[in-house]
C-alpha cells in the first residue's frame, strides 16, 4: 500500500507542478536570451559593436547577481505563488520595454533591469522542487524542468526568426516586434500564477487527504534526517565553502549557456543564412540536448553518483566549443554546438541535485540563490569575452576557446569539492568510532 501511495502522489504532484513551472522557465528563458535573435538586425540598426553587444547582453547577469540572494529569501518567506507572480510580471514589462532601446546606454539600463526583476526565478523554482520531492526523485524532476532552456531554443528560434521578418509592420523593426510578442506570455502568466500555485504540500487540496499526509511526512522525515548535519541559517548557507565551490563550477556552465543562447544566432549567421533560415538550424542542437540530458540525470539518480555526471558533462561541452571555434561548414558548426548543448544540459540537474544535500531551510534559500547568483556572472563573462576578443581578432574562435577553459576548470573543481568532501566524511567517522 506504502508503495502504490508514494507512486500515486508522486505521479499527481509531478503532473500538477513540473510541466507548469517547465512553460514558465521556458518563457522565462526566451526573454533572458532572445537578444541573441535581436542581435542579427537590432545591431546594425544601432549601430552596435560586437563589444558594446556582449557586454550589454551580459549586464543582465549583474542585476541578477545583486538581487539574487534577497530575492530567493524573500520567496522562502511569504511563498512561491506570490514572488513568482511578482517576478514574471516584471520582466515581462521590461522585457517588452527592450523595443524601445534608443542606443547602448538604454540598452545597458533595460538588461541591468531585467537581470534584477528576473533575479529569484530560477533558483527559488529549485527551492519550489525541493519542498515537493524527495531527494531521490529530485535531480530527474529538475532535469525535466531545465529541459525548458533548449526547449526554448528548439521552439523559440524559429518563431524569433519569424517575427524578424515582421520589419515595417506598422513602422516598427523586426526586432521591436520579437520582443513586444515575446513579453506577452510572462505577463499573462505571471497572473496564472496567482491562481494555480500551491506554496507547500501542506495547502495542496488537490492531493486526496492521504496523498498530502504522506508526501507532508517523507519531507518532514528528511527534514529531520539532515537536522544533524545540514546547514541551516542564512550565513551558514552563504558562507559554507561547498555553496562558494559550486557557485564557481556553475560559473562555466552557465558561461557556456549564454554563449549559446546570446552568440549562435551569430554565429550559424557566419555562413550567410537569412533570419528564418538561422531560426530552424539554431532549433537542431537544442532537440538533442532535452533527450540527453533528461536520461543522463535519470541515470544519476539511479546510480547516486553526482560527480563524474558532470564532470564529464563539463569536458564534453568544452571539447564541442574547441570544435565549433574550428569549424569550416554549417554541418560542423551544428553538430560542435550540439555537443555543447548536451554537455551544459546534463551537467545542471546533477550539479543543482548537490546544495539540498547539506543545506536546509534558510540556508537552503540562500546558498542556492548563492550558487546561481555568483554562478550566473559566468552568462556575463561568456557572452563579453566573447564579443571582447571578436573585436579584437575579428573571429569567434579566441572566445570560444575561453569558454572551453572556463568548463573545464568547472570540472576539475568538481572533483577536487569530492575529494574534499570525500576527507570530511572519512575524518567524521574516524572521530565518531574514536569516541565510542
Request: glycine share 10%; with cysteine; charged share 10%.
Amino acid at each position: 500500500m506504502s508503495a502504490e501511495l508514494e507512486t500515486r502522489t508522486l505521479r499527481k504532484v509531478s503532473m500538477r507542478i513540473v510541466p507548469f513551472v517547465m512553460l514558465l522557465y521556458f518563457v522565462a528563458f526566451i526573454d533572458r536570451v532572445n537578444i541573441g535573435f535581436a542581435a542579427l538586425t537590432m545591431n546594425k540598426d544601432l549601430g552596435f559593436s560586437p563589444s558594446v553587444f556582449g557586454f550589454g547582453a551580459g549586464i543582465f547577469f549583474f542585476g541578477y547577481f545583486l538581487f539574487e540572494v534577497p530575492s530567493n529569501l524573500v520567496l522562502n518567506k511569504v511563498g512561491a505563488r506570490i514572488w513568482i507572480a511578482r517576478v514574471m510580471i516584471t520582466w515581462g514589462l521590461i522585457s517588452g520595454a527592450m523595443a524601445f532601446v534608443q542606443g547602448s546606454t538604454s540598452f545597458y539600463v533595460l538588461r541591468f533591469l531585467l537581470g534584477a526583476a528576473e533575479a529569484g526565478f530560477f533558483p527559488g523554482i529549485i527551492l519550489y522542487l525541493s519542498f515537493w520531492f524527495p531527494a531521490r526523485q529530485r535531480a530527474a524532476m529538475t532535469a525535466v524542468f531545465m529541459a525548458a532552456a533548449p526547449l526554448s531554443t528548439v521552439l523559440g528560434s524559429p518563431v524569433s526568426g519569424a517575427l524578424l521578418e515582421m520589419h515595417g509592420l506598422m513602422g516598427l523593426s523586426g526586432w521591436q516586434w520579437m520582443f513586444i510578442v515575446e513579453a506577452i506570455p510572462a505577463l499573462i502568466l505571471g497572473v496564472v500564477v496567482l491562481f494555480y500555485m500551491t506554496d507547500r504540500p501542506e495547502q495542496a487540496k488537490w492531493l486526496k487527504p492521504d496523498e498530502r499526509n504522506w508526501l507532508v511526512g517523507t519531507m518532514d522525515a528528511e527534514t529531520a534526517q539532515k537536522a544533524g548535519t545540514a546547514s541551516h541559517s542564512i550565513w551558514r548557507g552563504l558562507a559554507d565553502l561547498r555553496v562558494i565551490a559550486l557557485a564557481l563550477v556553475y560559473f562555466g556552465t552557465s558561461a557556456g549557456l549564454y554563449t549559446l543562447g546570446i552568440w549562435a544566432p551569430q554565429i550559424i549567421k557566419e555562413f550567410g543564412l537569412s533570419a528564418l533560415q538561422i531560426g530552424f538550424l539554431n532549433a537542431i542542437p537544442g532537440v538533442v540536448a532535452v533527450v540527453a540530458m533528461v536520461l543522463w540525470a535519470r541515470h544519476s539518480d539511479r546510480s547516486g553518483e553526482r560527480t563524474w555526471h558532470v564532470v564529464s558533462a563539463c569536458i564534453l561541452a568544452a571539447v564541442g566549443l574547441v570544435l565549433a571555434g574550428f569549424a569550416g561548414s554549417v554541418i560542423a558548426v551544428l553538430l560542435a554546438l550540439s555537443l555543447v548543448n548536451i554537455g551544459i544540459s546534463s551537467a545542471k540537474p546533477p550539479l543543482w541535485s548537490m546544495p539540498t544535500m547539506f543545506l536546509s531551510g534558510s540556508a537552503a534559500a540562500a546558498g542556492i540563490a548563492t550558487i546561481n547568483s555568483i554562478g550566473n556572472l559566468g552568462g556575463f563573462a561568456g557572452p563579453a569575452m566573447i564579443g571582447w576578443i571578436k573585436d579584437l581578432t575579428g573571429s569567434f574562435k579566441g572566445g570560444l576557446f575561453f569558454v572551453a577553459a572556463l568548463l573545464v576548470l568547472s570540472a576539475l573543481l568538481t572533483l577536487i569539492l569530492a575529494r574534499s568532501q570525500r576527507n570530511t566524511a572519512k575524518a567524521e567517522a574516524a572521530a565518531a568510532a574514536a569516541s565510542r
